[in-house]
């Protein structure tokens, strides 16, 4: 009687064992050729940890997809512990994509996917393309290249910009002159000043380009204007001058208007205001002024306001 006791006890506590052992571990499934997220998702629900241990190139497993793995298919392990994985980086070689008619950053996408590296980047004007579109590419679409190689791109800057011939802005008024500019497609460049007696204040003793020059749309038109003198190498924005209120008021609308405002001394040239405003609201600047400091205001990238201010 004993015995069979003994016997029963035992053959219950094999049994447990046996139970709770199984519970502990999990036969290893067979990932080769798998997608790495179901692989992430099947071991997760296995309690096992993924690892990827490397990856390399195969021409028969697809990019992302499992070469091989440890612990082989089969095998009880326990649970908590790493299945590691070489990863498919896919076939060395790769059929080169076609990029025309695509900008550099689109290019630089396929590039990514295709882990290949931009190479030189060249840019010319064209009658065809539009600006910042892709004319060509070495090595060309369709050839089989290895990955990893770079490839030189020609871009597009658009038909080459227009030309005109240079106004005559002589003897013209500063406001005048900057509205001519503005109207030529061309753009405000730096403002000297000199002192002439003979000639009417604030109209315009010299320009660069000179009158009848062709010159390109955007350039730049530097002009000299008849004032007193100005700051002698000094800083607008650290003197000692005084300021000016300036008010801009924002005529009624739908639409914010975008409000640039610059100043040009003969010690200093730059922006003091850049922004989005609201119809109908103020613009209110102090200006920093000494001697004579012309402020330009843009509305919408459209000169609408020249004021000077002298101390």
């Known amino acids: 009687m004993g015995l069979f006791i003994l016997l029963a006890g035992l053959s219950a506590y094999l049994t447990l064992s046996l139970v709770i052992q199984s519970e502990d571990s999990v036969i290893v499934p067979n990932f080769d050729g798998k997608d790495v997220v179901y692989v992430l998702e099947v071991l997760t629900e296995l309690g ?17 997809h499992v070469i091989d793995q440890t612990p082989r298919p089969g095998a009880e392990i326990k649970k908590g512990r790493d299945v590691k994985f070489i990863i498919s980086k896919g076939p060395k070689s790769v059929l080169m994509p076609n990029l025309i008619g695509l900008s550099p950053p689109q290019a630089r996408i396929i590039f990514e996917e295709n882990d290949l590296c931009q190479g030189n980047l060249a840019r010319i004007h064209d009658e065809r393309i539009p600006n910042e579109n892709v004319i060509a590419q070495v090595p060309g679409s369709g050839r089989m290249v290895q990955r990893g190689q770079c490839v030189d791109l020609l871009v597009s800057l658009g038909p080459r910009p227009g030309a005109s011939k240079m106004p005559d802005l002589d003897g013209l008024s500063l406001e005048d002159a900057l509205l001519t500019i503005e109207s030529s497609n061309l753009i405000n460049g730096q ?104 402020v330009l205001v843009h509305e919408d990238d459209k000169l609408t306001l020249t004021k000077v201010f002298e101390d």
């Open 191 to 294: 403002i000297a000043t000199a002192n002439q007696k003979k000639r009417p204040r604030n109209v315009i003793l010299e320009q660069q380009p000179l009158q009848g020059h062709r010159v390109i749309v955007k350039s730049p038109v530097n002009l000299v204007v008849n004032r007193k003198n100005g700051i002698q190498n000094g800083d607008l924005l650290r003197s000692v001058g005084r300021g000016r209120l300036l008010r801009y008021q924002i005529p009624p609308g739908l639409l914010k208007r975008h409000i640039r405002v610059t100043i040009q001394s003969k010690g200093y040239s730059g922006e003091i205001f850049d922004d989005f405003v609201k119809p109908g609201q103020d613009v209110w600047l102090i200006i920093p002024v000494v001697q004579e400091t012309i």
């Open 48 to 64: 096992l940890n993924t690892k990827v241990q490397g990856s390399d190139y195969s021409e028969t497993i697809p990019k992302n």
